[in-house]
């Protein structure tokens, strides 16, 4: 895949489950090797933005706007951090992701890029040149 | 709960493409509702503009990156369509704003997440540390 994009890319950081089964030293590790990596990444001008999520929240759904808890703590799906970078084409943006140190302990990167706009915009123009054809 | 934080909350969107669903007449009704929305708390200083994704990407996995492979995010209802961080100081603040997001009405849920300062990683291995130096007094 060499899809172009000037928005740039998004990593979703996936699985928090496995931290648990690392010793102290393993875990020391790998936030040492996370961080550099990071580092490297804004020193490089590849990587704009960053944040870990703590490992708890909520979820807001639907029409009635029901609160309820995620499991946010166990959870192989479950969302810990994410990173956005600045490259151009989605084979840097995965160059990159299979980087990620968190990989050899089942950690799982999602991938995708920024879109340029709000998707009902862009719907909108889609149904609106439908129309016209 | 009332949990206090200086790093704010990130919003993820959740939801599969119901936008294709809705009318044209339906998606500029909820076009304008989302740029009031987006303008009512940035202008107060509590939303920072966030980002969509689009709906195609790669999932890379195992040791060294070697598998990548195509994710299932335009049909999943759990798929994350983007994002936007609130600058509010606690979860029940942000939940209330998040309460109020317009699409919403059409289904999806949105997840507020605290940002962390740090990486959990770290605050754990240091909590560890701790644990076996008092063990070891």
Known sequence: M????????????????????????????????WMAWFRRLTDDGKAVAGNPLEREGKIVSGKNRVVSDGPFAESKEAIGGYFLLDVASMDEAVAIAQECPGLPYGVRVEVRPVAPECPVASELKREAEFARA | MNTQNQNGYMLLYRSDEWYN?????????????????????????????????????????????????????????????????????????????????????????????????????????????????????
């Open chain 1, 2 to 33: 060499k899809t172009q994009n000037q928005d740039g890319y998004m990593l979703l950081f996936r699985g928090n489950d496995w931290i648990k089964a690392l010793s102290p030293e393993e875990k020391q590790k790998v936030t040492d090797q």
């Open chain 2, 21 to 137: 669903r809705l009318s044209q007449e339906e998606l500029r009704d909820l076009m304008n509702q989302n740029k009031a929305w987006i303008e009512k708390w940035t202008e107060q200083g509590k939303a920072k503009p966030g980002r969509a994704l689009e709906r195609r990407g790669a999932i890379v996995s195992g040791k060294n990156g070697r598998y990548v492979t195509d994710g299932p995010f335009a049909e999943s209802k759990e798929a994350i369509g983007g994002y936007l961080v609130l600058d509010v100081e606690t979860l029940d603040k942000a939940i209330a704003i998040a309460q109020t997001i317009p699409s919403l009405a059409y289904g999806g849920s949105i997840e507020v997440r605290p940002l962390a300062e740090e990486c959990p990683l770290d605050v754990r291995a240091r909590e560890l540390a701790r644990e076996e130096e008092l063990a070891t007094v």
